[in-house]
């Protein structure tokens, strides 16, 4: 591959959701197409997923949930009366990816819960893999929302833990496979990103130097188009174009033209005190990117050149309640999870086997050598894998 190389750290969400998901995480991993997963201790399965990452060698990081299952932490000693807390539902179980969003919209998280909850998890993973994650990003993104980002940053830093996502992913307003609805949140999501960057920086967190993986998610993830959002990604960042923000005292600049089509996209961030009323693009100007701000660095990895980029993925085997027990099949996937551990639509597609396969094939190889990418923590040429982060 010669010289003009660049990283690919490939991490897999989800770990520890399910022994189907999980066979389907170890798979690619053991395939060489897999970096590193992200852990959900809030799972009934995680003690059995850490031993299995353990036997393998399977890098693992910290995938902190608020939005679907239970909590790990008693939120009931954080209340002075008889109110469900603000995290749950009155079921016990967390409100779900939207409900969590539009409670906090409408003022109505608790943050002490949320800080609570963080901490609970870190030293659950603590507990579970005998030390500090040193990666750890949210679930469904809920790491970026507003508010939740400041207490995030907060109880990362106090941990000590300096590696997270920063979910922008370039131009993803111009996928036109993805259906309006998912096209509009994955805009939000990046655009909450951008304006969690400053936050992120001040408490001294990294992050790739680009990421990718929103419209890629499920049966986005065909070789095609992902080769088309990965030149998209490394033609951005060699030049400098990546969306990104620098905190200058109370002003925020941000390139962000991949996001030029939601200028009418009104924040509420007054609310928690981040940003005024109004048009969240008139507040903004270019800049270029701060590449020395990446999660992995050249530092840390032990190396002298190169750039790095995150891809997010979601492999994993068609979940069979008869074998498994635990998960569901997808009939029944989303009322019994609804009363139980986790009640996303996703949870039980086909989409993540499609995933899978298209992780594992030679032409997603193919494709990773034609663009100069080499998996981070994987030797896909011999298929020894070797821990880097």
Not at 45 to 52: D, G, H, L, Q, S
Not at 205 to 234: C, E, I, N, Q, Y
Request: charged share 25%.
């Amino acid at each position: 591959m010669g010289d003009d190389w660049t990283w690919l750290i490939i991490t897999g969400d989800d770990f520890g959701y399910c022994v189907h998901r999980d066979q389907g995480l170890l798979q690619a991993f053991q395939a060489g197409r897999l970096s590193a997963a992200s852990l959900l201790v809030t799972s009934p399965r995680a003690p059995e997923a850490v031993c299995k990452a353990r036997r393998v060698g399977l890098p693992l990081g910290l995938h902190v949930n608020v939005t679907e299952g239970k909590p790990v932490a008693d939120l009931e000693q954080l209340k002075h009366d008889s109110r469900v807390p603000s995290l749950l539902g009155p079921d016990g179980t967390f409100l779900g990816k939207h409900g969590f969003r539009q409670r906090l919209e409408e003022g109505g998280i608790d943050l002490d819960e949320v800080e609570k909850e963080i901490e609970a998890q870190i030293l659950r993973f603590v507990l579970l893999v005998g030390g500090h994650p040193k990666h750890v990003d949210g679930h469904q993104h809920f790491h970026i929302l507003p508010g939740v980002n400041s207490v995030f940053a907060r109880v990362l830093h106090d941990h000590g833990i300096l590696r997270t996502r920063l979910p922008v992913e370039v131009d993803v307003n111009s996928c036109s496979w993805l259906d309006p609805t998912r096209k509009k949140f994955f805009a939000q999501v990046s655009v909450q990103a951008i304006l969690s960057a400053p936050i992120f920086k001040e408490y001294g967190l990294r992050w790739a130097d680009a990421f990718v993986g929103l419209s890629t998610t499920g049966a986005g993830m065909d070789v095609d188009l992902l080769g088309s959002v990965l030149r998209t990604a490394l033609t951005a960042v060699k030049n400098g174009n990546l969306p990104s923000c620098k905190l200058h005292g109370k002003e925020m600049t941000t390139r962000c033209e991949d996001i030029t089509a939601l200028s009418g996209t009104k924040t509420r961030h007054d609310r928690w005190g981040q940003t005024s009323e109004g048009n969240w693009m008139q507040e903004m100007t270019p800049c270029r990117v701060d590449t020395q701000s990446s999660i992995i660095g050249m530092e840390d990895c032990k190396m002298s050149h190169g750039l790095c980029l995150e891809l997010m993925v979601h492999p994993g085997l068609a979940c069979s309640h008869a074998e498994d027990g635990y998960s569901l099949s997808q009939a029944k996937c989303s009322a019994e999870y609804m009363a139980g551990y986790l009640h996303d639509g996703f949870c039980c597609s086909p989409e993540r086997e499609f995933e899978l396969r298209v992780l594992v094939s030679l032409d997603f190889q193919n494709l990773l050598e034609k663009l100069g990418l080499k998996i981070m923590g994987a030797d896909v040429e011999d298929g020894k894998n070797e821990e880097i982060i």
